[in-house]
């Protein structure tokens, strides 16, 4: 085997990772596109909304994911608004992943900083507030 094949080999196991992610998020957008959550009883009721009467931060997220799999982003986006802005970051991130495998960079947990983690964090719970308050009605599913 030559240092160039080899180099190959290594490279396209660096991406299984990355590729299974994508097929296991590609299969479930397929999943909740073919199974609409709109109809009744082809899901369970969030437990959260169901316990407190109170929206969490993925409610109408299944319907957003619908909507974005038959090209319905304002759908989408009135449904669950946090889900869709996280669409492009969690598509950079898992890009940035894929080509951080590809050149033989280690998997670890340096690949996003701690202050995106809690901003992240910080800007899901502010979600889930200011959606179960007057102010931002406009935000529930």
Do not use: K, Q
Request: hydrophobic content about 55%.
């Amino acid at each position: 085997m030559t240092t160039g094949n080899a180099t190959d080999v290594r490279r396209a196991r660096a991406l299984l990772v990355p590729a299974g992610v994508a097929l296991a998020a590609g299969a479930a957008v397929a999943f909740v596109g073919a199974v609409d959550p709109n109809v009744p009883g082809h899901y369970p009721t969030c437990p959260f909304l169901l316990l407190t009467g109170l929206y969490c931060p993925g409610c109408g997220g299944l319907r957003a994911v619908y909507a974005l799999a038959h090209g319905d982003p304002v759908t989408a986006f009135g449904l669950n608004p946090f889900l869709v802005a996280m669409v492009p970051l969690l598509a950079f991130l898992w890009g940035r992943w894929t080509l951080r495998s590809w050149r033989g960079g280690p998997f670890d947990g340096r690949a996003v900083r701690p202050v995106y983690v809690w901003a992240f964090l910080v800007s899901m719970i502010l979600f889930w507030i200011v959606r179960n308050i007057p102010i931002g009605e406009f935000l529930a599913p």
